[in-house]
């Protein structure tokens, strides 16, 4: 005789067969997709996770919107997955000349623009895109530009206090159940405003709650980016050095820090990260000028003759740039400390000064 179900198996079946919520927690994986630059890579933890939120902050001009254009740009490029992007451009500053530049593919296959005209208009859209299953990455430009319906029935000046950090509290709690269930990318971009009443040298002089606290909180991954220098060539400003620190992280280390140069013509400089992280995590050795490696068969003399003859040798190249992402990608906040693997951070984290501390962060 076949044993009877117990009460709570009972009750487990009948909740699966009218809500099919219940599920084995060991069955859940984390999909992560990993980027061409080994640093975000670093940051992230491997790559940024599907089905969660992620945030970058900062002032203007600082790279948030060119950042997030490169990261779905990567999610395009994608084969056995949703490829296509969605940006609600709240701020109708969307250029696509440059966000071609760094890698985002504008056909009408591959990307969705979107001016809403409210943010409740916008998180509708957004349902009705991502309830298809084809969306895989979504770009809010930005939170603290979007406004709600109620903004419109007031006149210029008069007070609306409240009014986008409700519509952004309603709005993340209605659509990131979606995000999560079809595996989304979702990219939200926000500002920072000067806190009223501070005082100088007193804590930070930045307001990061630009439409309320729902954003932080549905956020698996908070960044700050900044933009560190100007990069110029007779005196002509090409490019600049963008600062990227976790301020909040659920899916890797949290407190990491990076620079990444960003070159207005050709995008970000990936081949630069990598070459720097072959020295570093030990692939290759340096000797004064010669790099050399046993197992890829390398011997040169500079950086410039280990470009040349990463170049020559792609499959290689491919095998190195690999084992670097695996790396970062094996490891969770969770494990022990001890590994081969957590050698090798450690000699980014002194090679690079990537590390930085809450202080650190809080302080600046």
Same mark, same amino acid.
């Given at each position: 005789?076949?044993?009877?179900?117990?009460?709570?198996?009972?009750?487990?079946?009948?909740?699966?067969?009218?809500?099919?919520?219940?599920?084995?927690?060991?069955?859940?994986?984390?999909?992560?997709?990993?980027?061409?630059? $080994?640093?975000?890579?670093?940051?992230?933890? +491997?790559?940024?996770?599907?089905?969660?939120?992620?945030?970058?902050?900062?002032?203007?001009?600082?790279?948030?919107?060119?950042?997030?254009?490169?990261?779905?740009?990567?999610?395009?490029?994608?084969?056995?997955?949703?490829?296509?992007?969605?940006?609600?451009?709240?701020?109708?500053?969307?250029?696509?000349?440059?966000?071609?530049?760094?890698?985002?593919?504008?056909?009408?296959?591959?990307?969705?623009?979107?001016?809403?005209?409210?943010?409740?208009?916008?998180?509708?859209?957004?349902?009705?895109?991502?309830?298809?299953?084809?969306?895989?990455?979504?770009?809010?430009?930005?939170?603290?530009?979007?406004?709600?319906?109620?903004?419109?029935?007031?006149?210029?000046?008069?007070?609306?206090?409240?009014?986008?950090?409700?519509?952004?509290?309603?709005?993340?709690?209605?659509?990131?159940?979606?995000?999560?269930?079809?595996?989304?990318?979702?990219?939200?971009?926000?500002?920072?405003?000067?806190?009223?009443? +501070?005082?100088?040298?007193?804590?930070?002089?930045?307001?990061?709650?630009?439409?309320?606290?729902?954003? $932080?909180?549905?956020?698996?991954?908070?960044?700050?980016?900044?933009?560190?220098?100007?990069?110029?060539?007779?005196?002509?400003?090409?490019?600049?050095?963008?600062?990227?620190?976790?301020?909040?992280?659920?899916?890797?280390?949290?407190?990491?820090?990076?620079?990444?140069?960003?070159?207005?013509?050709?995008?970000?400089?990936?081949?630069?990260?990598?070459?720097?992280?072959?020295?570093?995590?030990?692939?290759?050795?340096?000797?004064?000028?010669?790099?050399?490696?046993?197992?890829?068969?390398?011997?040169?003399?500079?950086?410039?003759?280990?470009?040349?003859?990463?170049?020559?040798?792609?499959?290689?190249?491919?095998?190195?740039?690999?084992?670097?992402?695996?790396?970062?990608?094996?490891?969770?906040?969770?494990?022990?400390? +001890?590994?081969?693997?957590?050698?090798?951070?450690?000699?980014?984290?002194?090679?690079?000064?990537?590390?930085?501390?809450?202080?650190?962060?809080?302080?600046?």
């Amino acid at each position: 005789m076949a044993n009877k179900m117990s009460a709570l198996e009972k009750a487990i079946s009948d909740i699966n067969k009218k809500f099919n919520c219940i599920t084995d927690a060991g069955s859940l994986t984390l999909e992560r997709i990993p980027l061409s630059s $080994p640093k975000l890579n670093y940051l992230s933890g +491997g790559g940024v996770m599907r089905g969660r939120i992620h945030t970058f902050h900062g002032a203007e001009s600082g790279g948030k919107t060119v950042l997030a254009t490169y990261i779905a740009g990567q999610v395009q490029k994608q084969k056995d997955i949703p490829n296509v992007v969605v940006l609600i451009d709240v701020e109708r500053t969307f250029d696509p000349q440059y966000a071609q530049t760094v890698g985002l593919d504008i056909s009408s296959s591959k990307f969705i623009y979107v001016r809403p005209p409210s943010g409740e208009d916008g998180f509708t859209i957004l349902d009705n895109l991502i309830s298809t299953g084809e969306i895989g990455c979504v770009i809010w430009d930005s939170v603290a530009a979007t406004p709600s319906k109620k903004t419109f029935d007031k006149r210029v000046g008069e007070a609306n206090f409240g009014a986008t950090a409700s519509l952004m509290a309603e709005g993340l709690k209605f659509i990131n159940p979606k995000i999560n269930d079809y595996g989304v990318v979702a990219l939200f971009l926000n500002q920072v405003r000067a806190k009223i009443g +501070g005082f100088m040298g007193f804590g930070p002089q930045d307001n990061t709650s630009v439409g309320g606290r729902s954003l $932080p909180f549905y956020s698996s991954w908070i960044c700050k980016v900044s933009k560190a220098e100007v990069i110029t060539s007779d005196k002509e400003a090409i490019g600049m050095t963008m600062k990227i620190k976790n301020v909040k992280s659920k899916i890797c280390t949290p407190f990491r820090s990076a620079t990444l140069n960003l070159y207005y013509n050709t995008g970000f400089d990936v081949e630069s990260e990598f070459l720097d992280f072959f020295i570093s995590l030990g692939l290759v050795e340096m000797k004064g000028a010669w790099i050399t490696s046993d197992k890829y068969g390398i011997k040169v003399q500079g950086k410039v003759e280990f470009s040349k003859w990463l170049l020559e040798h792609p499959e290689e190249k491919a095998s190195m740039e690999a084992e670097v992402n695996k790396i970062f990608a094996s490891k969770s906040i969770i494990e022990d400390i +001890g590994s081969e693997d957590d050698e090798f951070l450690n000699q980014v984290d002194e090679y690079y000064d990537l590390n930085a501390t809450a202080e650190e962060i809080e302080r600046d």
